[in-house]
Every structure is written in structure tokens, then in C-alpha cells.
């Protein structure tokens, strides 16, 4: 059974939640985090990333940076940019973004049902990636990123907040990005313990982004157990904050692939190749977009092909059926030898979010080639981790991201 629990939140101050909320710490390199919180200072980015606050001399992972990070943000709290709610509540949070709607409930996961695989992964994690976020949740005693969580559409759950969502908003705003963000409270009760009891009849939640995240704090709470070895589970440190999607209502974006050179062959040479494994039909200087599953779309020397996969080359298994799957066996690394997508420095990854203009600037430009994907579904994520598998790197993109700094989970 999933323990989805509700909790006292630290959030925004009335007035206060459209300079706060800002997107995840990770879609920022160092400069472009410091231009941003240059020009918005009250964002929560100033906090996620403390090193805005310091000179490029101070490095990125430095203790001050970290110390920085967490006095910023007892400060923000104590001058009242921030409230601390003073009962458990789940919170209901909508995102719309291009007339298309996303609701979740904003809530703990258990660190148990992370470990025991009841919450289960798709994706590998780097413990060098988790180091920072570790670091960042301890030093300021609280979780303030929400990890993307989904779950299979439950009726109880559905009811509840569309209920919640004809009662007054507690935040209403757009963001820079024109998505606009709405938030509500479940305090009753009788709500609170329908919720929990319909998560806790589930027997699998998947995360679908933030697994980086989601393993730091997991890490940050059994550091907390071993330092109170008669901890007795109910004790914050032991949930991560969460934020619960049905499966229904989410998208994943295409996540494309650019390649910067061909192995050594001409293009002439690789499309001879290509048409062992795909039917491949010329669409010209226009740009084209796979629409189902099976097609994948290549630019090269300015012009777009469609690819449609050969029967030979399908595959019933959850992992290696994936277009991404297929893309990498097939010729990735059958024809250009690009063994590890993770590691190898001849292909990049550009999210669907970016458009195919992006790919065609790539192609021509520091690239020779893109490759626009079909979209990964839903539920082929969630067949893959059903099976304890893993998927190839960069085989997701959601959209809209979850804001920072909307929720704080106090971990103390």
C-alpha cells in the first residue's frame, strides 16, 4: 500500500507566489541562473541556485554556496515572503499550458515505498548528479523541488478535486512562460482520508521526472534515521515532497536526437543503410513530424525524410520496443557507433519543447543530422518500470515543469 500523506506546507505568502515560483534549478546553466535571478531577485531560483549570490570565483559546489542557500531561505521566511500552514493539508495543483490542463495532489511520498520499489524508477541515477541536491535538502531542512510523480487515473481521487477545484483558488497566476498555475487546499477531513486511503490501495506510483531529485532526498532521509536510530517513521524526514498526477492527463513531449558527424561515411552511403531497417520516404525542404509510433523523422543535408520502421526491426519487449530503443540499436550504434548516448560527446539531446527549428539550426549548423522521435507513451513508461527495467537516456520530455518554491516540505 502507498503511504501518500498530507502535510503542513511552506508556501508563498498571498501576493507573493508569481515573483516565488521558478522552475526547476536544472534547466539553468550558471550564467543564465545569475541573469535570472539578476533580474528577479525574489524568485526561488535564488535559492535553489545560491551561487547567483556569489562571484563565478566561488565555486558552484562550495559550502558557503550551500550555507547561503539555506539562510536565504529562513530569511525569506521570517520576513513574511512565506507562510507555514498549521494543519495537514494535500493541495491541489492545476497547470494549464496551450489550452491543455494537468492536475495533481500536492503531497509526501514515503522513502519506504521508494526503496521497497512500490514508487518505481525508469531511469538510472549518478550519485555525482545527487551529491548537490543532497547537499542543498540538508543544509536548508526542507524538500523545495516537488518530484513528478503519476499514477493510474483513480475515480475517488478524480472526484475529490474537481470538487476542490469549484471552491475559491488560493493561487491564481501565469507564469513568464504564459502557463498559468492554480492551486487549492484539501483540509477537510473527510477529503484528506479518502485520498490517503485511495493511494494506499494502490501497488504501484511511478515517478515520471525528477529521479535525481527523488533519490537525494530518499538519501537525505535515511541519513536523518541513522543520525535518530529510534526514529518512529512519522517524523518528516522520512516523505519526499510530491507532486501526483493520473496517468490520463499527462504528455510526454518528443525528446530528439542530433548527431555531429557519420561515422566516417557520406550521407549518401548512411542512407543506403538506413533502408535495411526503414522504409524512407522524401518530404523535402518541409519539415516533417512522426505522428505514431514506428516513424521517426530524419534531417540531413537540408532535407527531411520520414522513417518508418521494418517489421524485422519491431519488438515486443517494454525496453527494447521503444522508438528511442530502436533509433539507438539500429543506428546509433549499429551504423555510426555511438555506443553510450550518455557519454558520447558525437550526439546531443534536444527537447521536444524546442520545436524542429531547433533541429534543423542544429543540423546545420555544429550537427549534420537530427532525428525528431515520436513521443514515448505513458504507459510504455510505465510498462518498463513495471518490468524493473530501465529506459535508454533522454526518452522523456514533460511539459509544463513543476515550479519550485510554490511548496517547501519542512524536513525537521
Known sequence: MAMIRPFMAIRPAKGMEQKIAALPYDVYNRQEAKDYVTKNPESFLAIDRAETQFDDSVD????????????????????????????????VYEQTMEGRTQTGIVACASIDDYENNLIKKHENTRADKEV???????????QTGPIFLAYRKNDIISEIVTEAKLENAVYDFTSKDNIRHRVWMINQQERINKIQNAFAEMNAIYIADGHHRCASAVKVGKMRR??????SGAEEFNYFLSVLFPDEELM???????????????SNEFMKMLADSFVIGEAGTSSIKPTRKGEIALYIDKKWYLLTMKEHVKKEDPVDGLDVSILQNEVLDKLLNIKDPKTDQRIDFVGGIRGLEELERRANSDCV?????????????????????????KSTWFEPKLRSGIFIHDIL
Open 369 to 393: 543530422a537530427a532525428f525528431a522521435m515520436y513521443p514515448t507513451s505513458i504507459h510504455e513508461l510505465f510498462a518498463v518500470a513495471d518490468a524493473n527495467r530501465l529506459m535508454p537516456p
Open 252 to 266: 510526454i513531449m518528443d525528446y530528439n536526437r542530433v548527431i555531429k558527424d557519420l561515422n566516417g561515411r557520406s
Open 226 to 231: 541513522r543520525a535518530n536510530p529510534n526514529y
Open 60 to 91: 558552484t559546489y562550495a559550502d558557503c554556496v550551500y550555507e547561503k542557500a539555506g539562510q536565504m531561505l529562513r530569511d525569506r521566511i521570517a520576513k513574511g515572503d512565506f507562510v507555514r500552514d498549521s494543519a495537514n493539508c494535500y493541495y
Open 132 to 142: 548537490d541536491r543532497i547537499r542543498h535538502v540538508d543544509t536548508c531542512n526542507a
